[in-house]
T-cell receptor, first 115, second 117 residues
Framework: NAGVMQNPRHLVRRRGQEARLRCSPM?????VYWYRQLPEEGLKFMVY????????ESGMPKERFSAEFPKEGPSILRIQQVVRGDSAAYFC?????????????FGQGTRLTVV | DQQVKQNSPSLSVQEGRISILNCDYT??????FLWYKKYPAEGPTFLIS?????DKNEDGRFTVFLNKSAKHLSLHIVPSQPGDSAVYFC????????????????FGKGTLLTVNP
C-alpha cells in the first residue's frame, strides 16, 4: 500500500483553523475513497470520488468538510474551522476502476490533532 | 447503531497455534465481507474476502468462514506467526447502500492480535 501517498502524515491545527489533507492515488488509479477513524473506532466511509467527480459524499458532515479530485494533482480533503472532534486518522484508498477492494490500497493515513 | 461488531478487543496466542478472530453483523443486506490487517501508523492492508454466496474462502494460512444464518464470520490464521501481530478489522458492504456497488464499507472496531514467540 506504499503506492498511495498521503501527506502530511501528522497535522496539528488549532481550533478554527483549516486542515488540508492530500492523497495521491497509485499510478493508474482513478477512484479515490476517504475514510475516517476516530479514536477506538473502526473506519467510517466519508466520500468516494473519481477524477473531477464526487460520486458519493454521504459520509461527510454537511458543514465544514469538502473533497475534490481534480484532473491533475492529488485528491484533497478540506476541513474548515476544525474542532476537537475532528481529531482522527484520515485514510484514503484508491482503485484502478470500479470499486474492487481486492485491487484497492490504502495510504498510511494523516493523523489530525486539533488543539 | 453498530452494524459490524468485533466483540473481542484483543486476542493473544502462541506462535504456531491457530488464531480465530470473530465478527458479527446485523445488516442482512451485507453481501461482501473483508478482513484487513493494520500495523500501527500504517493504513489497513487487505487480507481476504468472501462473497455471501460462499461459506468459506482460503488463501494460504488465512481462511474466512461465513455463517449467514448466524450473521457471523471468522478469520482463522494457521499457523500463527509473530509477524501476524496487528489489529484486524472486519468490514462489510451493502450494495443497496452504495448504488449497487460496494465502495461503502462498514468496519468493525478491530481486534488486536498478539502472537507470542
Amino acid at each position: 500500500n506504499a503506492g498511495v501517498m498521503q501527506n502530511p502524515r501528522h497535522l496539528v491545527r488549532r481550533r478554527g483553523q483549516e486542515a488540508r489533507l492530500r492523497c495521491s492515488p497509485m499510478k493508474g488509479h482513478s477512484h479515490v475513497y476517504w475514510y475516517r477513524q476516530l479514536p477506538e473506532e473502526g473506519l467510517k466511509f466519508m466520500v468516494y470520488l473519481q477524477k473531477e467527480n464526487i460520486i458519493d459524499e454521504s459520509g461527510m458532515p454537511k458543514e465544514r468538510f469538502s473533497a475534490e479530485f481534480p484532473k491533475e494533482g492529488p485528491s484533497i480533503l478540506r476541513i474548515q474551522q476544525v474542532v476537537r472532534g475532528d481529531s482522527a486518522a484520515y485514510f484514503c484508498a484508491s482503485s484502478p476502476s470500479a470499486p474492487l477492494w481486492t485491487e484497492a490500497f490504502f495510504g498510511q493515513g494523516t493523523r489530525l490533532t486539533v488543539v | 447503531d453498530q452494524q459490524v461488531k468485533q466483540n473481542s478487543p484483543s486476542l493473544s496466542v502462541q506462535e504456531g497455534r491457530i488464531s480465530i478472530l470473530n465478527c458479527d453483523y446485523t445488516n442482512s443486506m451485507f453481501d461482501y465481507f473483508l478482513w484487513y490487517k493494520k500495523y500501527p501508523a500504517e493504513g489497513p492492508t487487505f487480507l481476504i474476502s468472501i462473497s455471501s454466496i460462499k461459506d468459506k474462502n482460503e488463501d494460504g494460512r488465512f481462511t474466512v468462514f461465513l455463517n449467514k444464518s448466524a450473521k457471523h464470520l471468522s478469520l482463522h490464521i494457521v499457523p500463527s506467526q509473530p509477524g501476524d501481530s496487528a489489529v484486524y478489522f472486519c468490514a462489510a458492504s451493502d450494495p443497496l447502500n452504495s448504488g449497487g456497488s460496494n465502495y461503502k464499507l462498514t468496519f468493525g472496531k478491530g481486534t488486536l492480535l498478539t502472537v507470542n514467540p
